[in-house]
């Protein structure tokens, strides 16, 4: 059976690529990473600068997927998609994260993998022991999921440790810079060290409107403005973490 790593690019799927090139788990048939085009720049400046070449020293490749492995339709990277359509990321429906993460990576499976229902890929997702309810069964025939770190028994804490110990730093947590599940904490670091994408994320905002032309907030549960007055919003990292971030395993990992 063939086999695909979903590289998150954050510390739980890092730390499985060095168990990997150090031969402690199975090297598989490919490494891809879904890009939104909305990633963190400091997610993308470790993945050219650490964990990309870190895995071509070991003879592997991460292989980026971008507009040409999404639809036609959402073609344009996802904040483009976002203003443009007025709309933004999803919460209650994940509709970002399956178009733009789940969509590519299961395109890449039957396309140059060619799996089916018959000779499925075995999907490997990097989903540690501390966020294990995360952990579902695949939704589509041709692909079979599989979580080595939680079959290792090894949490993020442990993952890091890993990194540490390849004398690599342990990156960002992965995961778009507007994403409405980021707790407060990440949001007033973007408007304090990136003024210009906060700046974004507060247009993007006040551009979104509900079918009805409702009002629709950025973070979840508060509108982002409230960020930018630096008041707090209560309850909003409880209700982060009860809804789980998002659930599919394929990002911040």
């Given at each position: ?9 954050g510390v739980q799927t890092t730390a499985l690529l060095i ?235």
């Amino acid at each position: 059976m063939k086999t695909c790593l979903s590289f998150g690019a954050g510390v739980q799927t890092t730390a499985l690529l060095i168990l990997i090139c150090e031969g402690r788990w199975p090297k598989p048939d490919a490494i891809v990473f879904a890009d939104t085009g909305g990633e963190h720049d400091e997610t993308y400046r470790y993945l050219s600068e650490v964990s990309g070449p870190y895995a071509r020293e070991h003879g592997i490749e991460i292989l980026a997927l971008g507009s040409d492995w999404r639809t036609g339709h959402y073609a344009a990277d996802l904040e483009s998609y976002c203003m443009a359509h007025r709309m933004l990321p999803g919460t209650w429906v994940r509709w970002c994260t399956d178009r733009y993460k789940v969509k590519p990576i299961l395109r890449y499976l039957r396309r140059v993998l060619g799996a089916t229902p018959k000779e499925p890929v075995e999907g490997w997702i990097g989903i540690s022991t501390d966020e294990a309810r995360r952990a579902t069964p695949s939704s589509v025939s041709f692909q079979i999921k599989r979580y080595p770190l939680i079959e290792m028994g090894l949490s993020r804490a442990d993952c890091e440790s890993i990194i540490r110990a390849a004398a690599l730093p342990v990156p960002p947590k992965s995961g778009c810079w507007f994403c409405p599940f980021q707790k407060q904490a990440r949001w007033h670091q973007l408007k304090r060290e990136e003024p210009a994408k906060f700046a974004c994320a507060l247009a993007m905002e006040a551009n979104a409107r509900g079918r009805d032309g409702s009002s629709r907030y950025l973070p979840m549960f508060g509108p982002l403005t409230r960020i930018a007055a630096q008041d707090e919003l209560p309850g909003f990292d409880e209700a982060i973490e009860a809804e789980g971030e998002c659930v599919s395993g394929a990002c911040f990992v």
